[in-house]
């Protein structure tokens, strides 16, 4: 972790001479180096390293270079804690390579983060830094940074001048009355930003996904069916390449899950909108299905492990750990699946592509009529399927059916979300009802996975689990069917809803007066 204070000063020379005479006792401050310091920003042009909420820097020191990977989050205003990694390089140029040949853990973040993406220059900065080794009474603390530095080139470059107070993670409480020392009696003020802003504000660049280029994404009663279509498209579109640094990172189970999502409602509109789209872009439904497929084992085993955390605590020590083992084998490998799948060709072709296609927008002639004028046509086909499958559902029904009227009931939901802004809060009622039902089915369909999938681990994990760990593996499989049996009892009522008012209230406010 690097522990910092940084300020702003308006001369460091005072500075230097507050140090020199008025260091209070019963600190002490002693002269460090001096050294020229030549840093380097990197980032993919989709800046998929800072996304993920990091900063990717190259410093070079005299002969010596290192790469470094610093996080963005952490602290408060001028006082920052930040997680950062380290590692030599042969040469500053050595970036790329570092990339290709991961060798140490810095290297390898960076791979997992740009995947098959090319790094870039996005910033540079030049420091003349002054150090001094700051200690008391009990032993040292830390050092004192006073760094000129030049950013930008040309006309744009100008001078930035830090003060800038590093200590160890167990010398902070002791720092703190030194630091407010400096801060007074120098005339600091507290720098609230970094150097890196700085650098990136004089180079230019904007670091994050922007969703302008893709094009509008607003929808109004007036909007053509094309307008529609496309809004959803690239809505949906930019959620999962948003999603994409989370995913890649693996510490959060949001970045898949996200993703996952992402990729089903592009799918949706892909076949919602399918006769107003070029071939192009209609036939990416393909690559999206597949992207869906290396995502959705991870996600399920994620969700699996999340309902498993919830149980652990009442089945023994021994057993859990043994379940456990078995999560992280399983996770470590799904995890892989999806890297590599982000790092295909495929996928970056995929996203290129329809990139290239949403920006262009819809194709002259194809979507022209107004999208109320197939709304409610376009709702009630989807509804109409879901109610065939929902309606020939009993208690006595195989898991299978109740999971088909899941992903019916989903399709259903994902067209009234294309369409609501055209069908106001009475689309947005509706959508309520569609997203219940639908989360009562996830739940089952939950449940029901989780009996099988601690069914097969006690038949076929009996070694590695022991008798104890194939008894609780029976006894979670029990309980998820007795969850399920749960489910199902309260389906009739949840089913219901579907119809009645709101149903009768939304076909009003899709139809043309």
Not at 79 to 92: C, M, S, T
Not at 320 to 342: K, Q
Request: proline share 4%; glycine share 8%.
């Amino acid at each position: 972790m690097e522990i910092e204070w940084q300020f702003i000063p308006d001369d460091l020379e005072a500075v230097r001479g507050w140090l020199d005479r008025e260091t209070p006792a019963p600190f002490c401050v002693q002269p460090g180096a001096e050294r020229e310091l030549r840093d380097e920003y990197w980032d993919t042009a989709g800046w998929l390293v800072w996304r993920a909420g990091f900063a990717c820097r190259t410093r070079r020191r005299g002969e010596a270079a290192e790469l470094t990977l610093k996080g963005l989050a952490g602290g408060d205003g001028h006082f920052r804690k930040r997680f950062e990694l380290d590692e030599p390089l042969d040469g500053l140029g050595e970036v790329a390579g570092a990339v290709a040949h991961p060798a140490g853990e810095a290297s390898a973040l960076l791979r997992r983060l740009v995947g098959p993406h090319a790094l870039r220059s996005v910033a540079a900065l030049t420091t003349h830094r002054t150090t001094v080794a700051l200690s008391d009474g009990k032993g040292p603390l830390g050092e004192v940074a006073l760094d000129r530095t030049i950013v930008g080139e040309g006309r744009k470059a100008h001078e930035l001048l830090r003060v800038e107070i590093e200590v160890g993670d167990d010398s902070v409480g002791r720092a703190e009355p030194f630091v407010a020392a400096l801060r007074d009696g120098a005339g600091l003020r507290p720098a609230l930003s970094g150097k890196l802003a700085a650098a990136l504000a004089a180079a230019g660049a904007s670091p994050g996904w922007e969703p302008s280029p893709v094009g509008p994404m607003t929808i109004d009663r007036d909007r053509s069916l094309a307008e529609v279509a496309y809004a959803a498209l690239r809505r949906d579109f930019l959620r999962l390449v948003e999603h994409e640094p989370v995913a890649r990172l693996g510490d959060d189970i949001e970045g898949v899950h996200q993703m996952r999502v992402a990729t089903r409602r592009l799918r949706a509109a892909l076949d919602t909108f399918r006769d107003i789209l070029p071939p192009a872009l209609a036939k990416q439904r393909r690559e999206l299905r597949s992207l869906g497929r290396s995502l959705g084992e991870a996600r399920d085993l994620d969700v699996q492990r999340e309902r498993f955390a919830l149980a652990a605590p009442l089945i023994g020590r021994k057993a859990a750990g043994a379940i456990e083992a078995i999560f992280d084998d399983r996770l470590a490998r799904t995890r892989e699946d999806v890297l590599a799948a982000l790092d295909s060709e495929r996928y970056v072709a995929m996203t290129d592509t329809v990139s290239d296609l949403l920006r262009a927008g819809p194709t002259a002639g194809l979507g022209d009529e107004p999208a109320l004028a197939s709304a409610l046509e376009t709702v009630e086909d989807q509804r109409r399927r879901a109610r065939r499958l929902g309606s020939a559902i009993d208690s006595k029904s195989p898991d299978a059916d109740y999971h088909a009227l899941r992903l019916r009931v989903r399709d259903l939901r994902y067209v009234l979300e294309f369409f609501a802004p055209l069908g106001g809060e009475s689309a947005e009622a509706y959508i309520r009802q569609a997203t219940r039902l639908q989360t009562l089915l996830g739940d089952h369909q939950d449940s029901a996975v989780a009996a099988e999938f601690y069914s097969a681990l006690a038949r076929d994990e009996s070694e590695r689990l022991g008798k104890a760990g194939v008894r609780a593996a029976n006894e979670l499989a029990a309980n998820a069917t007795a969850e399920a049996e749960g489910y199902r009892w309260k389906f009739p009522k949840r089913y219901a809803r579907l119809r009645g008012r709101r149903w009768h209230a939304l076909r009003r406010a899709l139809s043309i007066s």
